[in-house]
């Protein structure tokens, strides 16, 4: 499996995009949120994947950072299935937001409506319910949001590693167990530690790079991606948050910028 980064930032970043990323093994991908607007499409493109390549795709919550690019995502995949390069589009999410979704499609879609119930469908998923996502096993969990109803997803590869996405905000209780020795995780780590009193990242429910190393060391990770980060030295991002988390975690850290892409079985 590789993770596609397509964007690493918060809601308001201007240097680089909102967070989503896409999950390709064995030909299959997974597109992860969609960020905030068209961008999602200049990001894929960018990064060599077609949205006809994308028969699935998971929501995390009902900010305008993660779903307003779904639009943009139906739009194009409606071309592609109306022109045969796509046989349909599979949209999980918890029920909150696939209702956001359906409305928002209602209002300000057209032709790409008769797709809807045949060939795009949205799937309502609940806390601790397992599909079949790309072919392998995803359980899907409530991170416990206290601002939005939000789910993460844990899913293990064809060569039983285990990755788990809890969302953008700290890792809640209800998904410990997932990310409990997980081969790898996904975590928001919104500034350095060093910059908390200026970003007030817990005061917005996030992460510092320095709290989100010591939480995944805690429970045993592996691999430790950051992301959903502010972006006011985007350039140093990089060089400034290795050097706060890796004295903190014993496992690989990544602090990938948009585009990077990172193949699971290296580490």
């Avoid at 609940?126 to 969990?141: A, I, P, Q, Y």
Wanted: charged residues 20%; negative net charge; aromatic residues 8%.
């Amino acid at each position: 499996m590789r993770i596609t980064i397509l964007g690493t930032g918060n809601a308001v970043v201007t240097k680089c995009y909102n967070t989503c990323f896409v999950l390709s093994e064995g030909g299959r991908n997974l597109l992860v949120d969609a960020g905030g607007g068209s961008g999602i499409i200049t990001q894929l493109s960018q990064a060599g994947i077609s949205p006809a390549e994308l028969p699935e795709i998971f929501v995390t919550h009902r900010h305008i950072d993660h779903i307003l690019g779904i639009m943009w995502m139906l739009r194009m995949q409606s071309y592609a299935v109306a022109a045969g390069q796509l046989e349909g589009v599979t949209i999980y999410a918890h029920d909150e937001a696939i209702s956001i979704i359906r409305e928002m499609a209602q209002m300000l879609l057209t032709r790409e409506l008769s797709f809807f119930g045949d060939r795009l469908r949205l799937v309502s998923v609940s806390d601790g319910e397992t599909r079949s996502v790309m072919g392998l096993s995803c359980t899907f969990f409530d991170i416990q949001s206290t601002k939005a109803k939000q789910f993460g997803f844990s899913i293990v590869t064809t060569e039983g590693l285990r990755l788990t996405c809890c969302g953008d905000e700290p890792l809640s209780e209800n998904g410990v167990s997932y990310a409990r020795h997980a081969d790898w995780l996904m975590h928001e780590a919104f500034c350095l530690e060093a910059e908390a009193d200026h970003f007030k990242p817990y005061e917005k429910h996030h992460s510092t790079v320095a709290s989100a190393c010591r939480r995944a060391e805690e429970l045993g990770v592996r691999n430790l991606v950051l992301y959903h980060t502010e972006d006011t030295h985007y350039a140093e991002r990089q060089r400034l948050y290795l050097a706060e988390g890796r004295p903190l975690f014993s496992g690989n850290l990544y602090v990938p910028y948009d585009l990077d892409v990172i193949e699971l079985g290296e580490a």
